[in-house]
């Protein structure tokens, strides 16, 4: 049997959901309008789906997957698997009372939780996920994501600054520190990917990792940029998990440090916005690798979605695995790895890839 | 050319394509309700009991001493001018990085390439200076390492 992995990508040639929405629905005629209601409908869907995604991965795979590497039974009381557990921390999370510390620096602190939560959500709006549901697909397409998941550094450092609180001051002091110093080998390795590509359309970027590579026997390896460029995946890899603030770069929040960093005052409703747009951004995270790396919703025989699906959550046990088994750095060693190790490793292979691809090119 | 002399548009299927800055900008309304209507549905879920104590900054469970707003010892403002450089550049390269493949095959590797190494190799002897003059380090406050020293 011939297994391709190209089955299901999604090309330019489908145009977005909102397009294929107006044309089903009729919604052409009205103009600006009539996008505007398809494209909410749209939204709500990916909103949905990603908080659907994010109530699995917080409250109840997190926990699970930690005590699988701890050797310890988690959550298994609350219905099947445990996994009412969601609907009961949901409510027990919400109808917590909210208390406001002394001395808060009262709009940035309230603003802060939606900050945190909205941006990350809206990162999703590029994101091909597959059988066809895509929001957006603006030609500058790579470029907007990056910008839009750099937004949750401010709600940090506002969370950090109004909450009164030396740890959430030093908390958020740090997830600057390491948000200036890996953001840019993280854009510059993407970048590298762009080489290849020459556009920094989403849907370009899924569409160019359909052709095969090499076949291997009766299967075709596909020319997803992690086979493509392995240097350039694990350095992207790497530098997102200093960018969503994970193990072992999770000093912003290093519990058995600084309590829990910018998000120790936070109860209630806001603690669980700031909660959920760390998990949202995770998701973000997995999902412009999968889409940039990953051939996006390719793979065979399951419809995209589901293989869309499959990477980011593979991607989210990855931080996962990466929370129980390495430990944590310094702050002064993660300034010099970001600096004197990923900067630098990010611009060889920028410089090195720019030589490949101009000699075959060329 | 249309060798029919027929207009295009009654040629190609009309397909709709609608402005991607809608789409995103209604995500951003989602983005925005979402979180609002969870806090909505809070405000009428808990209780409220004010009382003196609980809200004390926590600080471990001590008293909380003096206030968090002093001057405080930002240990990589150096970092943070550089990142500004830095993030600069790749405003630049991206455009470079969308062109450079068809730019190889129009005027050849020579000019698509070496301005671009030029200027990627101006950028990395400024951080090698910026690296040796201890830009790029955490800067020791005095008093940690004197308590470093007093400790042995």
Redesign the interface.
């Known amino acids: 049997m011939q297994a391709t992995a190209t089955g299901n990508a999604t090309g330019n040639a489908t145009g977005t959901t909102v397009d294929m929405l107006v044309d089903v629905a009729g919604l052409g005629a009205y103009g600006p309008g009539g996008e505007a209601v398809a494209a909410l409908a749209v939204a709500a869907v990916i909103g949905t789906l990603m908080l659907t995604n994010t109530a699995l991965a917080g409250p109840w795979a997190k926990r699970k997957i930690t005590a699988a590497f701890t050797d310890r039974i988690a959550v298994n009381r609350v219905g099947p698997f445990g996994l009412l557990i969601i609907v009961a921390d949901a409510v027990r999370l919400l109808s917590k009372e909210l208390i406001v510390p002394e001395g808060v620096d009262r709009p940035a602190w309230d603003l802060a939780p939606l900050v945190i939560a909205s941006s990350a959500l809206l990162g999703f709006a590029v994101i091909p996920f597959g059988s066809g549901l895509q929001l957006a697909d603006p030609e500058t397409g790579l470029a907007y994501v990056f910008a839009v998941a750099s937004i949750a550094s401010l709600g940090l450092i506002m969370a950090g600054y109004a909450s009164n609180n030396k740890y959430s001051f030093m908390g958020g002091l740090r997830a600057i520190a390491q948000n200036l110093a890996y953001e840019i080998p993280l854009v510059i390795t993407g970048a590298s990917v762009v080489l290849f590509t020459g556009s920094l359309q989403m849907s370009e970027i899924v569409a160019a990792q359909t052709a095969p590579l090499f076949e291997l026997g009766p299967v075709a390896i596909p020319s997803w940029y992690a086979f493509v460029n392995p240097f350039a995946f694990v350095l992207f890899l790497v530098a997102n998990m200093a960018e969503i603030g994970r193990n072992p770069f999770d000093i912003p929040e290093a519990p058995t440090e600084i309590v829990a960093g910018y998000q120790t005052e936070y109860s209630s409703v806001y603690f669980v916005l700031v909660y959920l747009g760390e998990f949202i951004h995770i998701f973000l995270g997995g999902a412009i690798i999968t889409t940039v790396f990953l051939g996006g919703p390719a793979g065979p025989v399951l419809p995209g979605i589901v293989w869309f699906m499959v990477k980011i959550w593979g991607i989210f046990l990855l931080t996962q695995w990466a929370r129980s088994a390495i430990p944590r750095v310094r702050i002064d060693q993660l300034i010099s790895i970001g600096w004197k190790g990923m900067l630098v490793l990010s611009f060889a292979n920028l410089v090195l890839t720019a030589v490949i691809v101009g000699v075959i090119a060329g | 050319m249309n060798p029919y002399m027929v207009p295009i548009q009654s040629l190609t299927v009309q397909?709709?394509?609608?402005?991607?800055?809608?789409?995103?900008?209604?995500?951003?309304?989602?983005?925005?309700a979402?979180?609002?209507s969870?806090?909505v549905?809070?405000?009428l879920?808990?209780?409220?009991?004010p009382e003196q104590g609980?809200?004390?900054?926590?600080?471990?469970g001590e008293v909380?001493t003096g206030?968090?707003?002093i001057r405080?010892n930002?240990q990589?403002y150096m970092?943070?001018l550089?990142?500004v450089v830095?993030?600069i550049e790749?405003v630049l390269?991206?455009p470079w990085?969308?062109?450079?493949?068809?730019a190889?095959?129009e005027v050849?590797?020579a000019r698509?390439?070496l301005p671009?190494?030029a200027f990627?190799g101006i950028?990395?002897v400024a951080?090698a200076w910026a690296?040796r003059n201890g830009a790029?380090?955490?800067i020791?406050s005095p008093r940690a390492t004197k308590q470093r020293v007093d400790r042995q």
């Open positions: 397909r709709h394509m609608s402005n991607p800055w809608i789409a995103i900008g209604a995500l951003a309304v989602v983005a925005v979402i979180p609002m969870m806090m549905a809070s405000r879920l808990r209780p409220s009991v609980k809200r004390a900054v926590y600080e471990s909380p206030d968090t707003r405080f930002i990589y970092v943070a550089l990142f830095f993030d790749t390269i991206f990085t969308v062109i450079y493949r068809d190889v095959g050849g590797l698509a390439l671009m190494l990627v950028l990395v951080l690296w790029v380090r955490w020791r």
